[in-house]
């Protein structure tokens, strides 16, 4: 087994370790996915050129090559899309017999598993984000929501009971870069299901998987206009949110950003779910399964290399096994495995932009002026491309920086307490209020904290789980409206009678 030495220098400790040890690589094959060199708009089910000719270009975060380029959509595509859905709204979509509906919805969910592999392996290659996450999780979440809702569509009188409902009309959607795949289903299938159609712009980061669930939208028949998919990166997604025949924005994304469409669909009646921020604490209480604590809190930040709205980036530990619980994790974290996304042995993979990782430094530099004490793994880093050891802060103070802002990153900060009431208190006091973990022994004292803490998911004695069954949705600055399961379905409707 590996044994850790550590050497202390200032306030930063680099721990050596002795592998004995590795596993051989196994590597992914690229060559089971097909990316075309160049990608235009999807609009009106087919493939248009932008009007402004230009394209830009999507990166391998892991060796910075180029691995397609994309069209960059402005605010005349934005009407042309737009108009493209409400035309298959008006004329088609509102007007077919749901259970019509579903089977478009379930013939998507189907495709998408048939293409499981290659969506994952073209996840992995544009957002940098391990095989193992990528096949294991974000593929067959994704299909699973499309799957999921394709149940719903023609069940809308038993998931509102005496009520009749009726679409909003088109649902512009906006997502993020961490799990392209998925949000794009988390937006699109319950869109479907209640009978609106859609226009998504993916993050210009990663928008390639978007652009292959295009392809497979078109291959399944869905009637053109339904769902139309745009390419760019800010502008474009201010084109949707500020076009007046959209109904309902979906947005999931960055605080600051969901604060600017807040304040530009103000006064008007589109509807709004905002999926924002986290800054999620994990609490570990002494009489909790250590080793599975440690290995739920290994999970819960390092996990798609920390870039997850829901990461637990604080840890709180009770005061008694802390020393037990940071030994245990700095071993945990010597152990991880960091490299090539592609390879199934990978734990952490590429950190998704130069951007995202000169804001990670950021806050790590921050940390040690704010005077905690740093330990990072000993692992070696790629010479090419972005990436972040995993790193531990302890000594962290609640009011710090780094206790209190999102890094999505691979960085953990960790704080101690003594009393419940101590921890509710610590746990709240930030602007978020998205995620949060317990491990105890105790059934009475997950009930008291999950009763008393801000949060919109909160695990006991897991973390980072996920089903198209459950609602998933924020408090404070993390936004408002609920995603997945039954609640899924109602920002999409109006409740008519
Ligand atoms: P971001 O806000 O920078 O970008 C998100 C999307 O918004 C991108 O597609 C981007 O092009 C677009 N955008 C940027 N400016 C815009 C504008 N003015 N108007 C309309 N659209 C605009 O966020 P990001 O860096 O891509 O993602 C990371 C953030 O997303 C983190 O804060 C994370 O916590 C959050 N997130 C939240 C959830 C959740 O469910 N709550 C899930 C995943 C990510």
Not at 172 to 192: D, E, R, S, V, Y
Not at 405 to 415: C, K, R
């Amino acid at each position: 087994m590996a044994k850790a030495v550590s050497t202390k220098k200032s306030n930063t400790i680099k721990l050596k370790f002795d592998t004995s040890w590795s596993y051989a690589p196994a590597p992914e094959s690229k060559s089971a996915a097909s990316i075309k060199p160049q990608y235009d708009l999807f609009i009106d089910g087919k493939w248009t050129k932008p009007q402004s000719g230009k394209y830009f270009s999507t990166i391998n975060p892991a060796n910075e090559e180029k691995l397609s380029e994309v069209a960059e959509a402005n605010a005349a595509d934005v009407d042309k899309a737009v108009k493209a859905a409400r035309n298959a709204y008006e004329k088609v979509w509102k007007k077919m017999p749901a259970k019509e509906r579903a089977k478009y919805i379930f013939r998507i969910s189907r495709m998408m598993q048939e293409k499981a592999r290659e969506l994952a392996i073209i996840e992995s290659l544009d957002g940098g984000k391990p095989i193992r996450e990528s096949r294991d999780f974000d593929v067959p979440t994704a299909a699973n929501h499309f799957f999921y809702y394709a149940g719903w569509a023609d069940k809308l009188e038993y998931a509102f009971p005496n009520r009749t409902t009726e679409p909003l009309g088109v649902a512009g959607q906006i997502t993020p870069w961490n799990f392209p795949l998925l949000m794009a289903a988390w937006k699109i299938a319950p869109a479907l299901a209640t009978g609106n159609t859609v226009v998504l712009k993916p993050a210009e980061t990663t928008p390639l998987t978007a652009l292959k669930l295009a392809e497979i939208i078109q291959e399944s028949g869905l009637p053109d206009g339904v769902v139309n998919i745009l390419t760019g990166a800010g502008a474009t997604g201010a084109a949707i949110v500020n076009h007046s025949d959209v109904n309902k924005i979906a947005f999931t994304g960055s605080t600051d950003v969901g604060k600017i469409i807040q304040r530009a669909i103000a006064g008007t009646n589109k509807k709004a779910t905002l999926e924002l921020g986290g800054k999620a604490a994990n609490i570990i209480f002494e009489d909790a399964p250590l080793d599975q604590a440690v290995e739920g809190v290994i999970n819960g930040i390092f996990f798609n290399q920390g870039h997850v709205c829901c990461a637990g980036s604080r840890l709180y530990v009770q005061e008694s096994v802390a020393k037990q619980v940071i030994r245990k994790l700095r071993d945990r974290l010597e152990s991880l495995i960091i490299g090539d996304p592609l390879d199934k042995n990978t734990d952490i993979g590429a950190i998704n932009s130069k951007q995202q990782l000169d804001n990670i430094h950021k806050y790590i530099k921050i940390g040690l002026k704010e005077g905690a004490e740093m330990y990072e793994s000993s692992c070696r880093l790629p010479s090419k491309g972005f990436w972040c050891k995993p790193t531990l802060f302890t000594n962290v103070a609640q009011s710090s920086r780094i206790a209190q802002e999102e890094i999505f990153g691979p960085v953990l900060s960790i704080l101690t307490f003594r009393t419940d009431d101590e921890v509710i208190e610590k746990a709240n006091n930030t602007p978020y209020g998205l995620s949060a973990g317990v491990w105890t022994d105790k059934g009475s004292k997950i009930f008291n904290m999950t009763k008393r803490m801000r949060a919109g998911v909160i695990w006991a004695n897991t973390f980072n789980k996920f089903d198209p069954t459950s609602p998933f949705g924020g408090y404070k600055e993390s936004g408002y409206g609920r995603e997945g399961g039954l609640h899924g379905l109602l920002p999409y409707l109006n409740l008519v009678s």
